[in-house]
């Protein structure tokens, strides 16, 4: 069994093809499976969850699952949690609900085979009400359309490929999803924070915080983590952040609370 412990894992083309390998997380707490290439699960998936408010019974949506790594260490810290998430790629969505009845949670995560992007839409049968979650979080594509070569599968260009106006949208619908006071979190590139805050007062979510993830000490910020309230008009603040690695590579003691002991990393 590997760790998925590598934050230059945790993105790329979402596109199961390939070997499986099976990954534990959270110190061995929950084991996934996972495609050997392409879009792998690791510290940012494992950060996002942990920053969720999520308290027990609790109703919880997830733009863009994946494997289920981030939704399922959300359901092992926070007991009698919910979650319903939405992801794209039919085989991915396939390897989240077996990855859920593998661990145990099969009766809390409900997985949508659909676009995000189609979230906005209210004639959709198949996805739940605007407003019907506590919170929502998502842990979306890195690449943009124009920065890097487009894959030639169709299938795995929409799901590599991330639109110029996808992150905005993405944003949009995790806030329609949220009720007023629920909460919106991402995990995303510190270069892209002035759109995201820009979206973020479009969709009226305020007392934003802003969490940076340093890979070692004195190193410039490579993750931002980013929260709002919905229909707060609280001022935006930014948090110390944490670091992630000790000099010689370690994890430092923070992040080794969050990653491998499944602790919360409260944003505020």
């Not at 995000?116 to 919170?135: I, N, Q, Y």
């Not at 169709?154 to 329609?176: C, Q, Y």
């Not at 930014?238 to 990393?265: C, N, Q, T, W």
Request: proline share 7%; hydrophobic share 40%; net charge neutral.
């Amino acid at each position: 069994m590997t760790s998925s412990m590598d934050e230059n894992r945790d993105h790329g083309p979402r596109s199961a093809a390939g070997v499986l390998t099976e990954d534990a997380f959270l110190n061995g707490r929950i084991t996934v499976m996972q495609p050997e290439k392409g879009f792998r699960a690791g510290i940012d998936s494992v950060f996002v969850a942990a920053a969720v408010p999520a308290k027990a019974g609790d109703a919880v949506f997830e733009a863009g699952t994946g494997p289920g790594v981030a939704a399922l260490c959300l359901l092992a810290r926070v007991p009698d949690v919910t979650i319903t998430g939405v992801e794209q790629d039919v085989r991915y969505a396939m390897l989240a609900e077996r990855n859920a009845e593998k661990n145990g949670f099969s009766g809390r995560l409900r997985i949508i085979r659909g676009d995000v992007r189609e979230g906005l839409r209210r004639d959709l049968a198949s996805w739940p009400e605007h407003g019907s979650f506590a919170h929502a979080f998502a842990n979306p594509p890195y690449y943009e359309e124009g920065s890097v070569q487009a894959p030639t599968a169709p299938l795995k260009s929409t799901a590599h490929v991330f639109g110029p106006e996808d992150l905005e949208t993405w944003i949009a619908v995790l806030a329609a999803m949220v009720r007023p006071r629920g909460t919106v979190t991402l995990v995303y590139r510190p270069e892209t924070l002035g759109r995201i805050l820009a979206a973020f007062e479009a969709h009226k979510l305020g007392d934003v915080r802003i969490a940076p993830l340093y890979p070692k000490p004195g190193q410039p910020a490579s993750r931002i983590l980013v929260q709002g309230v919905k229909a707060s008009r609280a001022p935006t603040r930014i948090l110390p952040g944490i670091v992630l690695h000790r000099s010689d590579g370690a994890f430092s003691l923070e992040a080794d609370m969050v990653l491998r002991h499944g602790k919360a990393f409260p944003l505020g």
